[in-house]
């Protein structure tokens, strides 16, 4: 459903309705922010639309490499690389591994997002699958990937237990796509909020979701980024706009600057997912902004779907890789959500949701 227009907490429909929308991936609320805006119009002026050509020819720019001076500093590596899309970076990251060490065997979390998948295939590995989010089935390996927050269910990846099966030369690479910009201290990610820090982890992200800009990246040990520097996902693809870097850097500096902002989201997750318990759905308990959930009727969620439209809310019901069945609600709060936008969907789920599931509601 093309939408044609969109705020952090607002759509409006090809007909024209607007709805209040709890989807996507704009966590932080930062894609209308007025800096941000402001700093793109800054940036249009000076740089134009495009970039016009790959970074390695004639289309790098300051934007460009103060984005990454960001990145670096944001996220507490020793370097970073800017890449198209977060698509993009998985690539450039796996490529790089393959430059530095053979990948005769690398082990992916059986749920990762099937970009993983294609950019180990790219860097001409066969990755060994393991059952999701259990360390335990990993044997020891030289390198791991995964996703450390996943998009269909929002739960948090075993990154501790996932170092401890590597030798102090492998590498933990973390498609932090869905942590970056929504959970952490300053909003840096999954590791951070885990507290972990240690030099065989690799980060790859976008700036697109919790951020609201645009760009991926790869961030972690400096062998590592001089290596993907090499790699023809770096080498042969034209950058994001300078005027969007320019944008991005705003964002994150607002991402780390706005204690209010990050507590709201943390708070309006945590009110989601208490509603969704109450009404016998089974979600994560993490502190990401994304519930997931199904319901045995396939039938029964088109058309909670369809009445929750009518009554002015949008709540996705997706079909993409790596949920809780091949059909499921995937419902996100940003920070701008209210509390009472909360309470409406949730109450509005609770009819559909007791005919569906047979339950009684849970007292508070």
Not at 71 to 89: H, M, R
Not at 95 to 107: D, F, G, M
Not at 132 to 161: C, K, M, R, W, Y
Not at 229 to 246: D, E, Y
Request: with cysteine; hydrophobic share 40%.
């Amino acid at each position: 459903m093309p939408l044609r227009a969109l705020s952090a907490t607002r759509a409006e429909l090809p007909n024209g309705r607007s709805v209040t929308t709890f989807a996507g991936c704009n966590y932080l609320a930062i894609h209308r922010h007025p800096r941000v805006l402001e700093s793109l119009s800054d940036g249009l002026q000076r740089y134009g639309v495009s970039a016009g050509a790959s970074r390695e020819t004639t289309g790098n720019t300051d934007a460009h490499e103060a984005l990454e001076a960001e990145l670096k500093q944001w996220l507490g590596v020793e370097d970073a690389l800017l890449l198209p899309d977060g698509y993009i970076a998985n690539i450039a990251a796996a490529q790089a591994l393959a430059k530095l060490q053979p990948l005769a065997t690398v082990h992916v979390d059986a749920r990762s997002h099937p970009s993983v998948l294609d950019a180990l295939s790219t860097a001409g590995c066969s990755p060994t699958s393991y059952e999701h989010a259990n360390a335990a089935a990993v044997d020891q390996t030289q390198a791991i990937f995964t996703d450390s927050v996943f998009t269909g269910s929002g739960e948090l990846a075993p990154v501790a237990a996932l170092l401890n099966r590597l030798p102090t030369d492998g590498y933990l690479i973390l498609d932090d796509c869905h942590g970056v910009g929504s959970i952490g201290p300053l909003a840096q990610g999954t590791a951070a909020h885990l507290g972990i820090s240690d030099p065989r982890l690799i980060i790859t992200g976008t700036l697109s979701k919790g951020i609201g800009c645009a760009g991926g990246y790869v961030a972690g040990p400096a062998a590592v980024i001089a290596a993907a520097r090499a790699s023809s996902a770096f080498i042969c693809t034209t950058p994001i706009p300078p005027a969007l870097a320019l944008a991005s850097r705003t964002a994150i500096r607002i991402a780390q600057t706005d204690d209010q902002r990050r507590a709201q989201l943390t708070t309006n997750a945590q009110a989601l997912k208490h509603g969704l318990r109450k009404l016998g759905l089974t979600t994560s308990t993490t502190p990401t902004p994304i519930a997931t959930f199904t319901f045995d009727a396939a039938t029964a969620m088109r058309d909670t779907h369809e009445r929750l439209l009518s009554q002015g809310l949008y709540a996705p019901l997706i079909n993409y890789p790596g949920g809780p069945a091949q059909s499921y609600f995937r419902i996100v709060v940003t920070a701008e959500h209210t509390q009472a936008e909360i309470d409406r969907l949730i109450d509005c789920l609770a009819a559909r949701v007791r005919t569906a599931l047979a339950l009684p509601l849970e007292t508070p």
